[in-house]
């Protein structure tokens, strides 16, 4: 399991719950660490591959003779995964703890029938009898999709969205499974559902005291706090858990984030306080945020962090400017053209041409302030042209399926998460031969495609001065700037920085 350490490693080949539970997280994280061991007993590894084999079957709503559970609920769940895939009224006709059948509910004369029970030889349950042909028609219905299994399917979706209605989950179930279920039915397994993740949050918030300790023990050189309010007779209760985690598999890997009931100014205030100690921000100064206008985090980084550089992510301006002004092909590539300005006058010429070209959008774009996400007002203090947080949202998508989970095993996934994608890069970038990465060559191959369209004079200490199409510009070598801006944003060499270095035979990579 994702919170489970190598130490705690265990054998999972027998198909045992453990093998399930394994089975049921790589489901949720999409991503499963697996130690093959060899037996020297071929009889086990058969065993072994026979087990696995059972298991992926069940998973993909098969069931075929001599197929072997290791309880006689598995083999339940497996009637259930029959029943999603294929959508057949089928019904258990008996029950207890060594045996249970299942057959068709339409008609008697239907073919259908599935018989398991205990075979002591080899100490498992076997499907003993299986004719799953039908003879019957398909009607929408079945009788084993209760409420506790549609409690179960709908476990997540009550996860990102706990008012979920009924009448929505009737239709999901119609739309996903071609299933009709009763709106009672539905309602009762609102009820469970919500039910069993109160049930795993209370077990997860039981557990943080010795997550905590456990976070420290195995990376002694991490910052972890957990917040706590006084409850009914002294319980404490959770409030806030913060991790900045210093871990030593990868390479020594930051990760930090933190957990709070709601994100108002006392929480931000906290949060900040922590990442200016831990990180050596101190006020700010050298240092560039890109928030997403959450008006709580503005206000609270304005008061702590004063010299900090603010960017506003151009993509969801651009988003709002859709939202009020849709249907406007122009609008698009005019905000643009702002967005992407280095200088000035750029900015300048496309604000105008917004003004002139698209009624209404200009009001509306000022409001804004568009400064905050056009290049021409970025500092080159971050060496960073980019005027969105894609960046940020890549790794979002990549934690997408561990938000639903429970706290602790949600906190667990991320981490590995971040692991593994951190290595997956650090064993991409081994493979790259080039002194610099492929983005830096690519720019310095695209602005040396212009450098023969500028006249270049090199002026004393470093300076020099260059006319392109009759626009003139000047810099400094040994600074690395140009008014044209685009060396001091990216820290790549411009066309008429690359013009000069041609000139007096510099190393372009130096």
Request: proline share 3%; glycine share 6%; charged share 30%.
């Amino acid at each position: 399991m994702p919170y489970e350490s190598l130490e705690e490693l265990k054998i999972i080949f027998n198909g045992d719950q453990n093998f399930q539970r394994m089975c049921e997280a790589a489901v949720r994280t999409k991503m499963v660490d697996v130690f093959l061991e060899e037996d020297d007993v071929n009889d086990d590894a058969s065993h072994a591959n026979e087990t696995v084999g059972d298991a992926l079957l069940m998973r993909h709503g098969e069931i075929r003779l001599e197929q072997t559970f290791d309880a006689i609920t598995e083999f339940k769940e497996a009637i259930v995964d029959y029943v999603l895939k294929t959508r057949r009224n089928v019904k258990f006709t008996r029950w207890g703890s060594e045996k249970s059948e299942v057959r068709c509910t339409i008609g008697e004369g239907c073919p259908f029938r599935i018989y398991c029970s205990y075979e002591k030889p080899i100490k498992l349950f076997m499907a003993k009898f299986c004719n799953d042909e039908h003879s019957c028609d398909k009607d929408g219905f079945t009788k084993v999709v209760k409420d506790g299994v549609i409690a179960k399917l709908f476990l997540n979706d009550f996860r990102r969205n706990p008012d979920l209605m009924p009448q929505a989950m009737q239709q999901t179930l119609e739309d996903r499974y071609d299933l009709v279920v009763t709106h009672n039915q539905c309602r009762k397994a609102k009820g469970k559902a919500l039910k069993m993740i109160q049930d795993e949050d209370d077990e997860q918030f039981a557990r943080f005291r010795d997550y905590e300790t456990e976070l420290l023990r195995t990376n002694p050189e991490s910052t972890i706090e957990l917040g706590t309010v006084a409850g009914v007779e002294g319980v404490d209760l959770f409030d806030r858990f913060y991790p900045l985690e210093e871990m030593q598999t990868i390479s020594s890997i930051q990760l930090l984030g933190a957990v709070v009931q709601v994100e108002n100014t006392d929480n931000w205030v906290w949060f900040i306080a922590k990442l200016k100690a831990d990180l050596g921000i101190g006020d700010g100064e050298g240092f560039t945020l890109i928030p997403d206008r959450q008006k709580g985090l503005l206000i609270v980084v304005d008061q702590e962090l004063p010299k900090i550089e603010h960017r506003m992510c151009a993509r969801h301006i651009y988003g709002n400017l859709t939202r009020v002004h849709p249907g406007r092909a122009i609008m698009k590539k005019i905000f643009w053209k702002i967005a992407k300005a280095y200088t000035v006058a750029e900015y300048d010429e496309g604000i105008e041409e917004m003004r002139q070209s698209v009624l209404g959008v200009y009001e509306t774009l000022m409001e804004k302030n568009p400064q905050t996400c056009s290049r021409a007002y970025f500092t080159g203090t971050a060496c960073y042209e980019v005027v969105h947080n894609n960046f940020s949202e890549t790794y979002n998508n990549t934690i997408n399926t561990a938000r639903e989970m429970p706290l602790v095993e949600m906190l667990e996934t991320i981490r590995r998460l971040a692991m593994v994608r951190t290595d997956l890069r650090k064993e991409k970038m081994k493979k790259h031969k080039g002194k610099y990465s492929k983005k830096v060559a690519k720019t310095i191959e695209e602005e040396s495609k212009h450098k023969n369209n500028c006249r270049a004079v090199a002026r004393a200490n470093g300076q020099f001065d260059v006319r392109e199409n009759n626009l003139g510009h000047s810099g400094h070598m040994t600074r690395r700037t140009c008014t044209c801006r685009k060396w001091d944003m990216t820290g790549i060499p411009c066309r008429h920085a690359l013009r000069v270095i041609m000139l007096h035979a510099y190393e372009v990579e130096i």
